[in-house]
RNA sequence: GGAGGCGUAGCUCAGCUGGAUAGAGCAUCGCCCUUCUAAGGCGACGGUCACAGGUUCGAAUCCUGUCGCCUUCACCA
């Protein structure tokens, strides 16, 4: 049980002696550092149910639970504020718990059910770039966050390998390069597509302004560009299987994945199942039937399928085409159910994909509850703000994309000039300087994006927003390699349990905070939000800064407070490498 | 026009199911390195929580309306 358990059985007890009154919620927060005490009461809740005064009722009830619970040691009421100091015996049990367990933070799996977590999921016809990265960072730390609160997960995503989009990067690879290939260039596959698809585009603007020149008006003449015609009946070719074109798509494909995968690797993030639309976009089809049957869908006079969903206050909406073709939604529902076909143990997803498609979404987790599927009220999209830039938004077409491999190298480099800046680092061979400037460049990156709450927007300024001071990770990792330092020197035995009798109010303030790391997790699952642990990290961080400021550690001469305060330091390391992992940021063990 | 999101210090962001005097960092200005890593600590300055109502012991938080910014409402994906 724990005290928030103890505490309130107490006060419901309490209530109905003193006052002769049932209750049956209380309301608990934590005290703040202003006034003296740990956990604190609000009287101002009772007061619907006893009348009086809240200072006198409050007291009351402190006198009750100091004369009944012994972890209580004594009390203050401030306003209708119960102001409760627990035992130092009780802080310092918590944290002996906590320093012994090795899986602190995480509740072992109680349950088979597992969670498929959904993220990436790019184009193939360009590089990734920097809000591929935060959807990359944030889908990953969901995982990671739903693992940690007891629960299994698969990692996946959608690869969009198949559409026009495709085939006008082949199109103009054929047309202006066709000997060129990564090797040949020396550039990642996935940038070599890119240019062509560029290059298509280029040819594509040429095209139609030659055509308005010839009298065309615009409309008609983005519709009959040549090099557009050919790129359509190059999709028509695909999807009859033409030989040809299947294989130049699965060469180009495969440039753009052998790109990714580095990419993903630089990113430090990865998938436990890949599906391709190219294999899925069909298997929507035969539960459009199915609902056609039903009475979930409906037809057309052209034999187009829709679903009406005025009554559930939005629109109707088309799953299949009049020609029979699947749509972007026939889609997305054969993938669903094909996902929990692969893996039963599946019984909810995460869909992490930006906010401009939250229409899309709740149209498809309401068509699959219509279809009738127990777990489609289990669905959940990790809805994410656009990444912006000072100068407004990216634009592909514009060249104003910052291009992820670019960003983490960019990164790297900043990490690197600081370093060398405050000459951190003599010492140390050129290898181990690599790896650290790796390390903290993207700490930095990941952290910045990752501290920000998903559904906001992020404005990102590549030259001035990644600072290495304040709530960043540089400063968080900084921490971390302070602390291997101190376990370094502390060429004494910590690990054995001492007790000291007082414990500072500094101390405290640290222990305090480092036992809701467990809520902090179970929170950040519940809301999908890898944000409340960054922000729970750099709170306790801060808080050990200023202990360590303030009291010696190595320095003191009783042996025992300095056993406990080396303790106390090593449990802080531990939880921020286990908060990092769960964001997916290294830590260094030196800096 | 319908639907959804956002609006907190000059800037970037926290603020958990409504609670005490709204918190950090950056920037500006003061202190603190003979102390385990100063990428640090302590302090000052800085707020009509977009605006107006409502709900109640109590509202940045919940409800309604207004304004501003963004997204979305395709036989595109």
């Known amino acids: ?28 927060q934590a005290t703040r550092k202003e006034f003296e005490g740990d956990i604190t009461f609000v009287v101002f809740s009772l007061l619907r149910y006893v009348k009086g005064n809240p200072v006198q009722i409050g007291t009351q009830i402190g006198d009750y639970l100091v004369k009944n619970i012994t972890l209580v040691s004594k009390f203050n009421v401030v306003k209708g504020f119960l102001n409760i100091s627990l035992d130092n015996s009780y802080h310092l049990e918590n944290f002996y718990t906590a320093f012994a367990d090795e899986n602190f933070g995480f509740k072992q799996a109680e349950t088979k059910d597992a969670t498929m977590v959904e993220y990436s999921s790019p184009n193939t016809n360009k590089p990734l770039h920097l809000g591929h990265v935060r959807n990359n960072l944030l889908g990953y730390s969901v995982a990671e966050i739903i693992k940690a609160a007891g629960k299994k997960v698969y990692k996946t995503q959608i690869i969009n390998d198949r559409g026009i989009h495709i085939c006008k990067s082949m199109l103009a690879w ?5 000997d060129e290939t990564p090797e040949s260039t020396g550039l990642k596959g996935d940038k070599l597509v890119g240019n062509y698809y560029v290059k298509f ?28 015609i050919e790129a359509q009946k190059m999709l028509q070719k695909w999807e009859t299987g033409d030989k040809d074109v299947v294989a130049l798509w699965k060469k180009m494909n495969q440039w753009v994945y052998d790109g990714f995968a580095i990419t993903y690797q630089e990113m430090g993030v990865d998938f436990d199942a890949l599906y391709y639309e190219s294999q899925t976009y069909l298997l929507g089809k035969e539960f459009i039937t199915e609902g056609l049957k039903s009475g979930v869908f409906y037809k057309k006079e052209d034999d187009s399928v829709w679903c009406d969903l005025t009554k559930d206050g939005l629109d109707e909406k088309i799953v299949l085409r009049s020609d029979g073709t699947a749509v972007y939604m026939t889609q997305d529902i054969g993938t669903a159910i094909q996902r929990i076909k692969d893996y039963p143990d599946v019984n909810s997803m995460v869909y992490t994909v930006g906010n401009e498609q939250n229409y899309h979404f709740k149209v498809l987790f309401l068509i699959l509850k219509k279809l009738g599927f127990e777990w489609a009220k289990n669905l959940y999209h990790l809805s994410y703000g656009m990444v912006d830039l000072p100068e407004g938004k990216m634009k592909s077409r514009e060249g104003t994309v910052v291009d992820a491999d670019d960003l983490m190298l960019e990164m790297t480099n900043t990490a690197r000039e600081i370093s060398q800046e405050l000459g951190k680092l003599e010492g140390y061979s050129n290898e181990e300087k690599e790896s650290l400037y790796n390390i903290i460049g993207k700490g ?34 900084y921490t971390y390699a302070r602390i291997q330092s ?14 000291i009798a007082e414990l500072l109010n500094k101390e405290k303030s640290v222990l305090k905070q480092l036992a809701e790391f467990p809520d902090a997790i179970q929170l950040a699952a519940k809301n999908y939000s890898p944000a409340i642990i960054a922000n729970y990290t750099y709170d306790l961080v801060k808080e050990y800064n200023s202990f360590y400021q303030s009291v010696p550690i ?17 449990k802080v390391a531990d939880t921020i490498k286990l908060a990092f992992d769960l964001l997916g940021i290294e830590v260094p ?3």
């Open 554 to 570: 190595l320095g003191c001469d009783d042996l025992e407070t300095k056993i406990f305060r080396t303790q106390l330091s090593k």
């Open 589 to 591: 063990r030196r800096m």
């Open 201 to 228: 585009d280029q040819e594509y603007k040429k095209e139609i302004a030659e055509l308005e020149a010839k009298g065309s008006n615009k409309e008609e003449a983005k519709k009959q560009a040549p090099i557009l």
């Open 174 to 178: 054929e047309r202006f390069g066709n």
């Open 444 to 477: 930095a990156l990941k952290y910045y994006i990752l501290k920000v709450d998903p559904k906001k927007r992020i404005l990102f300024d590549p030259k001035e927003s990644i600072d290495f001071n304040g709530n960043t990770g540089p400063f968080i990792q």
């Open 1 to 28: 049980m724990n005290i928030k358990e103890i505490l309130h059985n107490s006060i419901v007890k309490a209530v109905q002696e003193l006052f002769d009154t049932n209750i049956e919620n209380t309301d608990f």
């Open 486 to 499: 101190i376990l370094r020197k502390a060429n004494f035995d910590y690990s054995k349990n001492v007790t």
